[in-house]
């Protein structure tokens, strides 16, 4: 009996299985080998093909697990033994030390003193870090560690040295930890998610790496062009500092190749594409990538590559033979495989695409959890059950690339659908318990208490802490105002807490270091002695102040005291506000009974909850019913359909065949559904699993001329043991990769295992294709297979389509083939067209108000963190409706799917954190505005336009995002703990005195404010000028605010937010700061026309890796503001 | 671009072609994904002007498409490519099922016919009288093998029997066994030729008649263990007889194996300093084809006052001397010769003595360093080295 589960892994996979089970009322014991999770995603600089920054979209998720109730992150640990059976097993963990206490604060005065010098692992040993250190800025958990093994005073140096020790502020140090300790867990269920490494590009001798400084691995350029990285995202040689002037990119280095890894590494194709378009966005000119076949299997990715191309990149198939040094530069040697010339060429660069290998240790840990490894060293997956997530071990599963290679999306798919597998061996949930405390009385006129930290000598050696105190106690509303020296330790919690309730504080201010890291810890504090969290406000004057502007003390302390009187401002205006339980039905709707239903419908039942399946067709099976072997695995389709069928069954399913959706409303938590069949139904949540349909050909005389047949029906043929041709001719694309339509991911293995069955009987078979995509599991062995059979494989040009490249005629396929240069025919006897795939039109998608992508499938929330969840909170998406995808992908997004809803029916209720937007019903004209502008389809028309009252806010979908607010003109919609009136007030005051010499910048939560909070922590220094105000989302940014600040005479006004390029977006609220550029632009005009000079009003993106970005723009704002006071100097108001 | 691509320059695929292609080559092309790491690295590359596609010819391969250009037999068969071949494409065996398409047309270089003709009027590709295959052994006595009283049989080949400067070679080799004290004999006039030659220019089929022929002379002579001068013939023994004769019935050594085996023994003994700069061109059929570097390296390591320095291209990296794929009996233009470029690597590295074991090696060598007049560097064989090792007083030559 156990209400826990094991997550092996704090890479993004284990992540997101660790989140998922948490949200479900699982107990999650998160084990990390790592001082911090967050994996090789935290590393990354950003993400293909949407260029979203990789650590501000993963950071979030990071600090999520960390101040998840329910989940215990246990780093530096590894398990040493697993005993017991499914729901009840029991783990052994050996963790290390970390030899500094939760106390730290993070302040790294000890990394300053320590004097080991180390190569940091997390910039690929492109950087130093000391023995005692942090990895990486968003490190979860916070504290430092001593990386023992290092440190002076272990063996062989046994040098007594304790600089750390005597600078530590809160004495957090403590050398006589015990090494290593023990501990013993109950778990129902284990995720395995341990990730992967990469094979050391030395073992590849003719590839120079270690011969030259300037050939690296692509994460080592990773790290080169990432702003937080060695070079603060430069790209330069480590040869000689300076730029290079032509680069290249090598992929399949080791996979591929028989000599290392046979299989294909999957993402490599794409990170390097990525890595180009970024080389080229830095201002390299000359940019080859040196390729075999590309492998844009996934969604965008095809036209991201077009893109990359027609910035100028030089895309040529080959491959090296040889990579040397040739004095300072790089001497490569290949053959141009489409002009047949052998090349000889220098480069400045060379980035060597290394293969994905199994983690190291990994075979140790499966030993010790008892489950088998395939012939690669990657987890066997017991594919007929799950996709890859199940194991060989019942109860124990895998995610991400443990089970192989995958990019990231397919990671959080398969980390979401091992949740769901994991939930099902759990007996009980647990959901943490409030502590019933008695509430403060009194909290109506505000009373405001300071608190002025001093981080030891990280603000105080910097500001002057009492004159910051004695200023804070002439604000008014400020009763009580005090100075501490670390007012995160715990006898230092103790005091803010007796202060409280001596002086009958109820508003808090602590002007300490980030809400980001901080916050948590300080309403704690609030909760502990009865006053509701959200009367708290922090002034990040570490951050923020101290550590960017040390050489200016005084112009620091003024600061300083700016910022409070901000905090005091919001303070007094702050509101309690309650978390808020909306009614929700626990139970599911899944809408289509192919695989991918079949899968997550039997995946929510077993988790408990009442499940209905509904399928139009008489039968399950969908796509897959048309299929006879499934590939690359060989498992025979109606095995398959037979097992699931079955798992259906067993787990009860209620299943509603013949049967569609005739109307389908409500919102997340109750959507209420009528059938075809003339019965309803009330759901909580909703899985759209409605899949593709194959693309039926128009190409090549397809139905008119019986030579020429689809692969759908060549299975059929196949399974009836009834294929009369000979000569048999396969055309990859038919349908795919064309226009807006991508590549539809399943066919290349598809097609490749049917050929090879073909040619097993003896026939003649050839492939004409483009890229050949086997990028699956296996699949690249089978292509090796189909090969060595005798199957003959030809190319045509990958910007062509196949009726522009290749001509069918008395028998012959025409074609010009790449490999030779020649014109050839191919006696064909049989066609056979490979078709891609196309949407399903359905009624449900402008019911649920979901958002289709450019090539008309299902739009996932986010493309990388988000696939199998919709802007409508509440509908998840699997399958194929999302995007082509083959069986195992289905299944594994189906379950995916099923671990998300099943997620949020766990508890119920639906728990909503009480920053949705509030709507002022006296004051709504029924414009509508605010209705199209919501990016979760959140508000909803109720009565006729321009009629008072006609919206409803649905708090279930909102996401606080506060994008309404702004938007509304007549203030009736306000976002609570950031309402107008609050920063207003906050304005009020950084500009009440010398306002002319401010500039004033507005940040979004969770990028542009992180980015300003990296300044802090990489120290780097800027004018002492801006003020900062935070908001959820910069489309919270309304017109008034910048009115207002230009009105009380600012100098400047920055607008920063999450990253918006014409790829993607960072941010965090669906693109939503789309708005925010829009807005801009519009206050711009109207600025102008009120002759406030343009450059006074700036917009700059920033991402959350981007201190130096932020200090660089505050650098430059300062100077706008030094400009315009000295034009027009501001005279003194009588 | 569709329309009108079928024409009459169009080629059609031929069935029939391809399948005879993968039973000569049992279907080595077809695995090949057309990367061209094969032609990047084919030292063809460096010696000539123009691309000389090796990938090309696979696909060709691949296709069962005929190639007539001239390229097709430049290769020497040195197996630079398939060290670096990712998928494994045993490259040289693609080449010759390639040829022997050619040889069916009858449009073969000039000079190879001859080649086969020599073989099977004089037991040699030399075309050498057959009664003086064992003129070399002069005053030295050899006995004729006998299984009962040999634990070896020295095959000597057809280069060592023949060319002037290889029957140095056996003659040192001799000397080096007898100092051994070791058991063995020879087959005199009647030792067969292994076929290598056939074989290196792509005549698969006239190689297994060789072969077949040459087994039997080996059956009824009882050889069970033979070792070789040459590498080529060591190849065919060990790699190709047998895939031909569909057993595995010989146990064929190198030379330099079977010095290095009794050094170990301690029955060989190479005790007089050679005090030399030495450095040791690796022969494309012992290292890449067959795997072996030590030997001839332990050989010379065995020797006191030798130093051994390594060129920028050794062991399997090592660069092909020009002589192998049938090259010896095709003329290379100069300038093109890649014994020149190893001669110039023997030079960098300061080597006063570059020491092969390969008849074909020492004679590509020799030409080089005659040509280029270079007066500082001497060509030598393993066995010819050891030899100065074993006596007090010997020269360089005889």
Same mark, same amino acid.
């Given at each position: 009996?156990?209400?826990?589960?094991?997550?092996?892994?704090?890479?993004?996979?284990?992540?997101?299985?660790?989140?998922?089970?948490?949200?479900?009322?699982?107990?999650?014991?998160?084990?990390?080998?790592?001082?911090?999770?967050?994996?090789?995603?935290?590393?990354?600089?950003?993400?293909?093909?949407?260029?979203?920054?990789?650590?501000?979209?993963?950071?979030?998720?990071?600090?999520?697990?960390?101040?998840? #109730?329910?989940?215990?992150?246990?780093?530096?640990?590894?398990?040493?033994?697993?005993?017991?059976?499914?729901?009840?097993?029991?783990?052994?963990?050996?963790?290390?030390?970390?030899?500094?206490?939760?106390?730290?604060?993070?302040?790294?005065?000890?990394?300053?003193?320590?004097?080991?010098?180390? #190569?940091?692992?997390?910039?690929?040993?492109?950087?130093?870090?000391?023995?005692?250190?942090?990895?990486?800025?968003?490190?979860?958990?916070?504290?430092?560690?001593?990386?023992?093994?290092?440190?002076?005073?272990?063996?062989?140096?046994?040098?007594?040295?304790?600089? !750390?020790?005597?600078?530590?502020?809160?004495?957090?140090?403590?050398?006589?930890?015990?090494?290593?300790?023990?501990?013993?867990?109950?778990?129902?269920?284990?995720?395995?998610?341990?990730?992967?490494?990469?094979?050391? #590009?030395?073992?590849?001798?003719?590839? @120079?790496?270690?011969?030259?400084?300037?050939?690296?691995?692509?994460?080592?350029?990773?790290?080169?062009?990432?702003?937080?990285? #060695?070079?603060?995202?430069?790209?330069?040689?480590?040869?000689?500092? $300076?730029?290079?002037?032509?680069?290249?990119?090598?992929?399949?280095?080791?996979?591929?190749?028989?000599?290392?890894?046979?299989?294909?590494?999957?993402?490599? !194709?794409?990170?390097?594409?990525?890595?180009?378009?970024?080389?080229?966005?830095?201002?390299?000119?000359?940019?080859?990538?040196?390729?075999?076949?590309?492998?844009?299997?996934?969604?965008?990715?095809?036209?991201?590559?077009?893109?990359?191309?027609?910035?100028?990149?030089?895309?040529?198939?080959?491959?090296?033979?040889?990579?040397?040094?040739?004095?300072?530069?790089? &001497?490569?040697?290949?053959?141009?495989?489409?002009?047949?010339?052998?090349?000889?060429?220098?480069?400045?660069?060379?980035?060597?695409?290394?293969?994905?290998?199994?983690?190291?240790?990994?075979?140790?840990?499966?030993?010790?959890?008892?489950?088998?490894?395939?012939?690669?060293?990657?987890?066997?997956?017991?594919?007929?059950?799950?996709?890859?997530?199940?194991?060989?071990?019942?109860?124990?599963?895998?995610?991400?690339?443990?089970?192989?290679?995958?990019?990231?999306?397919?990671?959080?798919?398969?980390?979401?659908?091992?949740?769901?597998?994991?939930?099902?061996?759990?007996?009980?949930?647990?959901?943490?318990?409030?502590?019933?405390?008695?509430?403060?009385?009194?909290?109506?006129?505000?009373?405001?208490?300071?608190?002025?930290?001093?981080?030891?000598?990280?603000?105080?050696?910097?500001?002057?802490?009492?004159?910051?105190?004695?200023?804070?106690?002439?604000?008014?509303?400020?009763?009580?105002?005090?100075?501490?020296?670390?007012?995160?330790?715990?006898?230092? &919690?103790?005091?803010?807490?007796?202060?409280?309730?001596?002086?009958?504080?109820?508003?808090?201010?602590?002007?300490?270091?980030?809400?980001?890291?901080?916050?948590?810890?300080?309403?704690?504090?609030?909760?502990?002695?009865?006053?509701?969290?959200?009367?708290?406000?922090?002034?990040?004057?570490?951050?923020?102040?101290?550590?960017?502007?040390?050489?200016?003390?005084?112009?620091?302390?003024?600061?300083?005291?700016?910022?409070?009187?901000?905090?005091?401002?919001?303070?007094?205006?702050?509101?309690?506000?309650?978390?808020?339980?909306?009614?929700?039905?626990?139970?599911?709707?899944?809408?289509?009974?192919?695989?991918?239903?079949?899968?997550?419908?039997?995946?929510?039942?077993?988790?408990?909850?009442?499940?209905?399946?509904?399928?139009?067709?008489?039968?399950?099976?969908?796509?897959?019913?048309?299929?006879?072997?499934?590939?690359?695995?060989?498992?025979?389709?109606?095995?398959?359909?037979?097992?699931?069928?079955?798992?259906?069954?067993?787990?009860?399913?209620?299943?509603?065949?013949?049967?569609?959706?005739?109307?389908?409303?409500?919102?997340?938590?109750?959507?209420?559904?009528?059938?075809?069949?003339?019965?309803?139904?009330?759901?909580?949540?909703?899985?759209?699993?409605?899949?593709?349909?194959?693309? $039926?050909?128009?190409?090549?005389?397809?139905?008119?001329?019986?030579?020429?047949?689809?692969?759908?029906?060549?299975?059929?043929?196949?399974?009836?043991?009834?294929?009369?041709?000979?000569?048999?001719?396969?055309?990859?694309?038919?349908?795919?990769?064309?226009?807006?339509?991508?590549?539809?991911?399943?066919?290349?293995?598809?097609?490749?295992?049917?050929?090879?069955?073909?040619?097993?009987?003896?026939?003649?078979?050839?492939?004409?294709?483009?890229?050949?995509?086997?990028?699956?599991?296996?699949?690249?062995?089978?292509?090796?297979?189909?090969?060595?059979?005798?199957?003959?494989?030809?190319?045509?040009?990958?910007?062509?389509?196949?009726?522009?490249?290749?001509?069918?005629?008395?028998?012959?396929?025409?074609?010009?083939?790449?490999?030779?240069?020649?014109?050839?025919?191919?006696?064909?006897?049989?066609?056979?067209?490979?078709?891609?795939?196309?949407?399903?039109?359905?009624?449900?998608?402008?019911?649920?108000?979901?958002?289709?992508?450019?090539?008309?499938?299902?739009?996932?929330?986010?493309?990388?963190?988000?696939?199998?969840?919709?802007?409508?909170?509440?509908?998840?998406?699997?399958?194929?409706?999302?995007?082509?995808?083959?069986?195992?992908?289905?299944?594994?997004?189906?379950?995916?799917?099923?671990?998300?809803?099943?997620?949020?029916?766990?508890?119920?209720?639906?728990?909503?954190?009480?920053?949705?937007?509030?709507?002022?019903?006296?004051?709504?004209?029924?414009?509508?505005?605010?209705?199209?502008? !919501?990016?979760?389809?959140?508000?909803? &028309?109720?009565?006729?336009?321009?009629?008072?009252?006609?919206?409803?806010?649905?708090?279930?979908?909102?996401?606080?995002?506060?994008?309404?607010?702004?938007?509304?003109?007549?203030?009736?919609?306000?976002?609570?703990?950031?309402?107008?009136?609050?920063?207003?007030? &906050?304005?009020?005051?950084?500009?009440?005195?010398?306002?002319?010499?401010?500039?004033?910048?507005?940040?979004?939560?969770?990028?542009?404010?992180?980015?300003?909070?990296?300044?802090?922590?990489?120290?780097?220094?800027?004018?002492?000028?801006?003020?900062?105000?935070?908001?959820?989302?910069?489309?919270?940014?309304?017109?008034?605010?910048?009115?207002?600040?230009?009105?009380?005479?600012?100098?400047?006004?920055?607008?920063?937010?999450?990253?918006?390029?014409?790829?993607?977006?960072?941010?965090?609220?669906?693109?939503?700061?789309?708005?925010?550029?829009?807005?801009?632009?519009?206050?711009?005009?109207?600025?102008?026309?009120?002759?406030?000079?343009?450059?006074?009003?700036?917009?700059?993106?920033?991402?959350?890796?981007? @201190?130096?970005?932020?200090?660089?723009?505050?650098?430059?704002?300062?100077?706008?503001?030094?400009?315009?006071?000295?034009?027009?100097?501001?005279?003194?108001?009588? | 671009?569709?329309?009108?691509?079928?024409?009459?320059?169009?080629?059609?695929?031929?069935?029939?072609?391809?399948?005879?292609?993968?039973?000569?080559?049992?279907?080595?092309?077809?695995?090949?994904?057309?990367?061209?790491?094969?032609?990047?690295?084919?030292?063809?590359?460096?010696?000539?002007?123009?691309?000389?596609?090796?990938?090309?010819?696979?696909?060709?391969?691949?296709?069962?498409?005929?190639?007539?250009?001239?390229?097709?037999?430049?290769?020497?068969?040195?197996?630079?490519?398939?060290?670096?071949?990712?998928?494994?494409?045993?490259?040289?065996?693609?080449?010759?099922?390639?040829?022997?398409?050619?040889?069916?047309?009858?449009?073969?270089?000039?000079?190879?016919?001859?080649?086969?003709?020599?073989?099977?009027?004089?037991?040699?590709?030399?075309?050498?009288?057959?009664?003086?295959?064992?003129?070399?052994?002069?005053?030295?006595?050899?006995?004729?093998?006998?299984?009962?009283?040999?634990?070896?049989?020295?095959?000597?080949?057809?280069?060592?029997?023949?060319?002037?400067?290889?029957?140095?070679?056996?003659?040192?080799?001799?000397?080096?066994?007898?100092?051994?004290?070791?058991?063995?004999?020879?087959?005199?006039?009647?030792?067969?030729?292994?076929?290598?030659?056939?074989?290196?220019?792509?005549?698969?089929?006239?190689?297994?008649?060789?072969?077949?022929?040459?087994?039997?002379?080996?059956?009824?002579?009882?050889?069970?263990?033979?070792?070789?001068?040459?590498?080529?013939?060591?190849?065919?023994?060990?790699?190709?007889?047998?895939?031909?004769?569909?057993?595995?019935?010989?146990?064929?050594?190198?030379?330099?194996?079977?010095?290095?085996?009794?050094?170990?023994?301690?029955?060989?003994?190479?005790?007089?300093?050679?005090?030399?700069?030495?450095?040791?061109?690796?022969?494309?059929?012992?290292?890449?084809?067959?795997?072996?570097?030590?030997?001839?390296?332990?050989?010379?390591?065995?020797?006191?006052?030798?130093?051994?320095?390594?060129?920028?291209?050794?062991?399997?990296?090592?660069?092909?001397?020009?002589?192998?794929?049938?090259?010896?009996?095709?003329?290379?233009?100069?300038?093109?010769?890649?014994?020149?470029?190893?001669?110039?690597?023997?030079?960098?590295?300061?080597?006063?003595?570059?020491?092969?074991?390969?008849?074909?090696?020492?004679?590509?060598?020799?030409?080089?360093?005659?040509?280029?007049?270079?007066?500082?560097?001497?060509?030598?064989?393993?066995?010819?080295?050891?030899?100065?090792?074993?006596?007090?007083?010997?020269?360089?030559?005889?």
């Amino acid at each position: 009996m156990s209400d826990s589960v094991l997550v092996i892994g704090g890479g993004i996979a284990g992540i997101q299985a660790s989140l998922d089970l948490a949200e479900a009322g699982a107990r999650v014991v998160l084990v990390e080998r790592e001082p911090t999770i967050g994996g090789i995603m935290a590393v990354l600089d950003k993400n293909f093909p949407t260029l979203d920054c990789s650590i501000c979209i993963e950071a979030p998720k990071m600090s999520e697990v960390d101040l998840h #109730p329910n989940i215990e992150i246990l780093s530096l640990a590894e398990v040493e033994s697993v005993t017991g059976d499914p729901g009840d097993f029991r783990v052994e963990i050996r963790q290390r030390a970390r030899f500094v206490t939760d106390e730290c604060t993070r302040c790294s005065d000890c990394t300053s003193v320590c004097p080991v010098v180390l #190569p940091n692992e997390y910039d690929s040993g492109m950087a130093t870090r000391k023995a005692i250190y942090t990895p990486i800025p968003q490190s979860t958990p916070g504290p430092y560690l001593i990386d023992m093994a290092q440190c002076l005073n272990e063996p062989p140096n046994f040098l007594p040295c304790d600089r !750390c020790y005597q600078v530590c502020p809160p004495k957090s140090i403590d050398f006589l930890m015990h090494k290593e300790r023990f501990v013993t867990r109950q778990v129902a269920a284990i995720v395995v998610a341990a990730g992967y490494s990469m094979l050391d #590009p030395r073992k590849l001798r003719e590839f @120079g790496y270690g011969a030259h400084p300037d050939i690296l691995t692509a994460m080592e350029f990773e790290r080169l062009i990432n702003s937080a990285g #060695p070079t603060g995202g430069e790209i330069i040689r480590p040869s000689d500092g $300076r730029h290079p002037g032509n680069i290249l990119f090598v992929l399949c280095v080791g996979s591929r190749d028989r000599r290392f890894y046979r299989y294909c590494s999957r993402f490599c !194709c794409m990170y390097s594409i990525k890595h180009a378009y970024q080389a080229i966005d830095h201002g390299l000119e000359e940019v080859t990538v040196l390729y075999m076949d590309i492998r844009a299997y996934g969604k965008g990715f095809d036209s991201f590559w077009s893109r990359t191309n027609e910035a100028g990149a030089r895309f040529v198939r080959g491959r090296p033979s040889r990579i040397i040094p040739n004095g300072e530069s790089i &001497q490569v040697v290949y053959e141009d495989t489409e002009n047949t010339t052998r090349v000889e060429e220098n480069y400045d660069m060379v980035i060597l695409a290394n293969a994905v290998i199994p983690s190291h240790g990994l075979s140790e840990l499966t030993e010790r959890l008892g489950i088998e490894l395939d012939e690669d060293g990657f987890i066997r997956a017991q594919e007929s059950q799950s996709g890859l997530v199940a194991t060989t071990r019942p109860g124990i599963y895998a995610a991400g690339c443990v089970a192989g290679p995958k990019d990231i999306p397919d990671s959080v798919a398969e980390g979401s659908g091992a949740a769901a597998l994991a939930l099902s061996h759990m007996t009980e949930r647990y959901w943490p318990e409030l502590p019933d405390i008695e509430p403060m009385a009194e909290i109506e006129s505000p009373r405001v208490g300071v608190f002025v930290c001093h981080c030891g000598s990280n603000i105080a050696g910097v500001v002057d802490v009492e004159q910051v105190v004695d200023f804070a106690k002439t604000l008014p509303g400020v009763v009580f105002a005090a100075d501490q020296m670390f007012s995160c330790a715990g006898n230092t &919690q103790k005091e803010i807490e007796e202060a409280i309730q001596r002086e009958n504080i109820n508003r808090v201010v602590v002007a300490a270091c980030s809400p980001k890291t901080h916050e948590s810890i300080f309403k704690g504090v609030l909760i502990r002695v009865g006053l509701n969290p959200y009367l708290l406000e922090m002034s990040n004057i570490r951050n923020m102040d101290s550590w960017v502007h040390k050489f200016d003390k005084e112009a620091a302390t003024s600061k300083a005291m700016d910022m409070v009187s901000m905090a005091v401002e919001k303070a007094q205006r702050l509101q309690p506000l309650e978390i808020s339980h909306l009614p929700l039905a626990q139970s599911a709707l899944v809408i289509g009974g192919g695989i991918a239903g079949m899968t997550a419908a039997s995946a929510l039942a077993r988790q408990g909850f009442e499940t209905h399946l509904l399928e139009k067709n008489a039968h399950l099976g969908g796509q897959v019913d048309l299929l006879n072997l499934i590939a690359p695995a060989g498992i025979k389709a109606s095995d398959l359909l037979v097992s699931r069928s079955l798992d259906l069954i067993q787990s009860g399913v209620h299943l509603h065949l013949c049967t569609t959706v005739e109307t389908i409303g409500g919102v997340v938590g109750d959507f209420r559904v009528q059938l075809s069949n003339g019965e309803k139904l009330q759901v909580g949540a909703i899985v759209v699993a409605t899949g593709a349909e194959a693309y $039926r050909p128009v190409e090549f005389g397809y139905g008119d001329d019986p030579a020429v047949i689809t692969n759908l029906d060549l299975e059929t043929l196949i399974a009836h043991d009834d294929v009369s041709a000979e000569r048999i001719t396969f055309i990859s694309c038919v349908g795919a990769r064309q226009g807006n339509i991508g590549c539809a991911r399943y066919c290349c293995t598809s097609m490749i295992s049917q050929a090879l069955q073909l040619r097993k009987m003896g026939k003649m078979v050839r492939i004409v294709s483009k890229d050949i995509r086997t990028y699956s599991r296996q699949a690249e062995e089978l292509y090796e297979q189909a090969m060595a059979a005798g199957v003959q494989f030809f190319r045509y040009d990958s910007a062509c389509s196949p009726q522009q490249a290749l001509e069918f005629d008395e028998g012959h396929l025409g074609l010009f083939d790449q490999f030779l240069g020649v014109n050839l025919r191919i006696p064909t006897d049989m066609l056979v067209l490979v078709s891609g795939m196309r949407p399903t039109a359905d009624n449900l998608t402008d019911q649920l108000k979901l958002a289709r992508s450019e090539d008309g499938s299902l739009m996932e929330l986010h493309p990388k963190l988000g696939p199998a969840e919709t802007t409508t909170q509440g509908v998840y998406l699997a399958g194929t409706s999302q995007g082509a995808k083959d069986v195992r992908e289905s299944m594994a997004q189906a379950l995916a799917a099923a671990g998300k809803a099943g997620a949020l029916l766990a508890r119920g209720v639906i728990e909503k954190a009480p920053l949705t937007a509030q709507f002022i019903e006296e004051l709504c004209i029924g414009c509508m505005r605010c209705v199209k502008v !919501c990016p979760y389809s959140a508000i909803e &028309q109720i009565g006729p336009v321009g009629k008072e009252g006609t919206i409803k806010i649905l708090e279930a979908a909102c996401m606080g995002c506060g994008t309404c607010a702004a938007e509304c003109n007549f203030q009736a919609i306000d976002m609570p703990y950031f309402t107008r009136e609050q920063i207003l007030a &906050q304005i009020d005051a950084a500009l009440a005195e010398k306002p002319e010499e401010k500039c004033l910048v507005f940040t979004c939560n969770w990028c542009s404010y992180a980015g300003a909070d990296l300044a802090g922590i990489e120290k780097r220094q800027y004018p002492t000028s801006a003020r900062i105000i935070r908001t959820m989302c910069s489309a919270r940014f309304e017109e008034e605010f910048v009115s207002r600040s230009f009105e009380r005479g600012a100098g400047a006004v920055l607008i920063t937010g999450c990253r918006l390029t014409d790829t993607g977006s960072d941010c965090h609220y669906n693109y939503a700061n789309k708005l925010t550029l829009k807005r801009f632009n519009h206050w711009q005009r109207k600025m102008r026309r009120k002759k406030i000079e343009p450059e006074r009003l700036q917009l700059q993106w920033i991402s959350a890796a981007e @201190g130096k970005e932020f200090a660089e723009k505050i650098t430059e704002m300062d100077e706008v503001v030094r400009r315009h006071a000295r034009v027009c100097p501001v005279v003194e108001e009588p | 671009m569709a329309k009108g691509m079928i024409d009459e320059d169009s080629v059609v695929i031929d069935d029939e072609r391809w399948l005879e292609l993968v039973e000569l080559t049992n279907g080595a092309a077809t695995i090949c994904y057309q990367c061209g790491a094969c032609t990047a690295i084919c030292p063809w590359g460096e010696a000539r002007e123009g691309t000389v596609s090796i990938r090309a010819m696979m696909r060709q391969a691949q296709l069962g498409l005929m190639d007539r250009s001239e390229e097709l037999w430049l290769c020497t068969t040195c197996a630079q490519c398939e060290a670096h071949c990712p998928r494994g494409v045993n490259i040289a065996d693609v080449i010759r099922g390639l040829r022997y398409l050619v040889w069916q047309q009858h449009q073969t270089p000039k000079g190879l016919p001859s080649l086969l003709w020599s073989i099977h009027w004089n037991n040699n590709p030399w075309t050498q009288p057959p009664s003086l295959r064992s003129a070399w052994v002069g005053d030295l006595h050899i006995p004729i093998y006998d299984p009962g009283q040999h634990e070896i049989l020295l095959y000597v080949g057809c280069t060592a029997s023949y060319d002037r400067r290889a029957q140095q070679v056996a003659r040192s080799l001799v000397s080096l066994f007898d100092a051994a004290d070791t058991s063995f004999g020879f087959l005199g006039d009647e030792e067969p030729c292994c076929g290598e030659a056939a074989l290196s220019v792509g005549h698969k089929p006239y190689f297994q008649e060789i072969a077949a022929d040459t087994f039997h002379r080996f059956q009824e002579k009882g050889v069970r263990h033979l070792v070789t001068i040459s590498p080529h013939c060591y190849d065919v023994f060990r790699n190709h007889y047998p895939a031909a004769m569909g057993q595995n019935c010989l146990e064929a050594h190198h030379y330099t194996q079977c010095l290095a085996h009794l050094l170990r023994e301690e029955r060989l003994h190479l005790d007089n300093p050679v005090e030399r700069r030495v450095t040791f061109h690796d022969p494309c059929y012992l290292s890449r084809h067959n795997d072996e570097t030590a030997a001839p390296r332990q050989i010379l390591q065995a020797i006191p006052g030798l130093k051994l320095v390594e060129m920028a291209h050794s062991g399997i990296d090592a660069l092909c001397c020009g002589g192998g794929g049938g090259r010896m009996w095709l003329e290379t233009e100069p300038g093109q010769r890649f014994a020149d470029r190893r001669v110039q690597e023997a030079l960098a590295a300061e080597a006063e003595v570059i020491v092969s074991a390969c008849p074909f090696c020492i004679a590509c060598l020799e030409d080089s360093v005659k040509a280029q007049g270079i007066q500082n560097l001497v060509v030598m064989d393993v066995a010819e080295v050891a030899v100065l090792a074993l006596k007090t007083e010997m020269s360089t030559r005889e």
